[in-house]
């Protein structure tokens, strides 16, 4: 199976939910972006304007001291040393100039990545993984995987404050109409947060290379009425409904090497290395946003999931057809 992970993200449909498919820094729907897209903004005007001063300069020099005929090729152009005024004039302008970008760009930078959580807003510990993104909400008691709900900001100002960590190599948070990158660094803990001004589907990816499924490592963020949201996160918190139809397929995913990388809440299944299963149908897509969620792609990821992921740190089994049937239907099963 061969697939463009970012045309199958946008083929994702969640039935009545906007999807906003730009990842476009220029169409911001949150504070940290919209902070953002203006100091970009500012940067390109002034970078703009000494661009057209000197390459004006240097065209109007051209031109203006071209050869002509009739020059006299000995006689040199009058030359000019030691003068202060211009010296002075090319150390200070550049100076001034550099120390505007400084301070603009920095005040935007320590107004997202310092802002201190109030204790009552959404908090939530991303941890970057080789490749896929761990997703917890400590003060829910929920785990999940790549795909981030959050509420919208709506009139009482709800925000979402992100822990950034890694367990591995340097990854990057980036939702480009949400905020800007901010890495994922081994042994350092950043910060950023969210505000989404519009319910909605946000997409976003890993934006600092981090090995060979570096492009398959897609977030996606749904932004959610306060009720939509409060409805997600009491489903989440819920134990595994046990289904006596699925008992063999549970034991059989028990019996295997699934358990040591996996958690299945309130099962012997406790691995911490892979994604945390327990509501894995609950997530639209799988493997951190390349194949869709549905029972074909779950079956194809399990049996080799090097087919999708070449390189994936999750092996194949080498299950036979009707074990992978079995595991399948209690994956299924896990809503
Ligand atoms: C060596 C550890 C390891 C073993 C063993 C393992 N997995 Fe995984 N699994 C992973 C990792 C790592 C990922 C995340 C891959 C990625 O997205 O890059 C993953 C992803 C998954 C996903 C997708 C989860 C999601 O949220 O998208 C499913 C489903 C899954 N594994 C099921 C299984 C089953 C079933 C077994 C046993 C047959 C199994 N795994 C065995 C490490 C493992
Ligand atoms: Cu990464």
Same mark, same amino acid.
């Given at each position: 199976?061969s ?17 906003h ?5 220029f169409?911001p729907?949150a !504070?940290p972006?919209a902070?953002?897209k203006?100091i970009a ?8 304007a ?11 020099t ?12 000995r006689?040199?152009p009058?030359?000019?040393?030691g ?11 550049p ?15 320590a ?7 109030p ?5 939530l510990?991303?941890?970057g ?8 909400y ?6 999940t ?14 925000a ?5 960590? !890694?367990?591995?190599?340097a990854?990057?948070?980036w ?8 890495d994922?660094i081994?042994?350092?803990v950043n ?9 909605g589907?946000?997409?976003g ?18 932004a959610?009425?306060r ?7 009491a489903?989440q918190?819920?134990p ?6 699925v008992a063999?397929?549970k034991?059989?995913?028990?019996s ?5 990388c ?11 290395f ?5 509501h ?11 194949p ?8 194809e ?13 999750m092996?194949?089994?080498k299950l ?15 809503n």
């Amino acid at each position: 199976m061969s697939m463009n992970p970012v045309l199958v993200l946008l083929q994702v449909q969640v039935p009545g939910v906007v999807e906003h498919r730009v990842t476009n820094m220029f169409e911001p729907l949150a !504070s940290p972006a919209a902070a953002e897209k203006n100091i970009a903004l500012l940067v390109l005007a002034i970078t703009a304007a000494i661009f057209v001063v000197v390459g004006g300069l240097i065209a109007y020099t051209i031109w203006r001291f071209r050869r002509r005929p009739g020059d006299d090729e000995r006689q040199e152009p009058a030359q000019v040393y030691g003068s202060n005024q211009i010296e002075v004039a090319w150390t200070v302008i550049p100076i001034l100039i550099v120390f505007v970008l400084i301070g603009v760009s920095a005040r935007v930078i320590a107004s997202v990545s310092n802002a201190s959580p109030p204790k009552s807003m959404l908090q939530l510990r991303i941890v970057g993984h080789q490749w896929w993104w761990q997703v917890e909400y400590p003060q829910f008691g929920i785990v999940t995987a790549n795909e981030i709900h959050v509420p919208v900001t709506g009139e009482r100002n709800v925000a979402t404050y992100i822990r950034l960590e !890694s367990m591995d190599v340097a990854h990057s948070f980036w939702v480009p109409q949400l905020a800007g990158k901010t890495d994922l660094i081994p042994n350092r803990v950043n910060y950023t947060w969210i505000d989404p001004h519009e319910p909605g589907v946000y997409v976003g990816n890993c934006a600092e290379y981090c090995g060979t499924q570096h492009a398959r490592m897609l977030l996606r963020v749904v932004a959610q009425s306060r009720d939509d949201f409060g409805r997600w996160a009491a489903a989440q918190q819920q134990p595994v409904f046990e289904n006596a139809q699925v008992a063999q397929g549970k034991a059989v995913f028990e019996s295997l090497a699934c358990v040591n990388c996996h958690v299945v809440k309130g099962t012997p299944a406790q691995g911490k290395f892979g994604p945390d299963l327990t509501h894995l149908m609950s997530r639209q897509t799988l493997a951190a946003g390349v194949p869709t969620n549905t029972p074909d792609h779950l079956r194809e990821w399990v049996d080799d999931p090097q087919k999708i992921k070449p390189g994936v740190l999750m092996p194949s089994l080498k299950l036979t057809n009707p074990e992978l049937d079995q595991v399948v239907s209690y994956l299924e099963s896990l809503n």
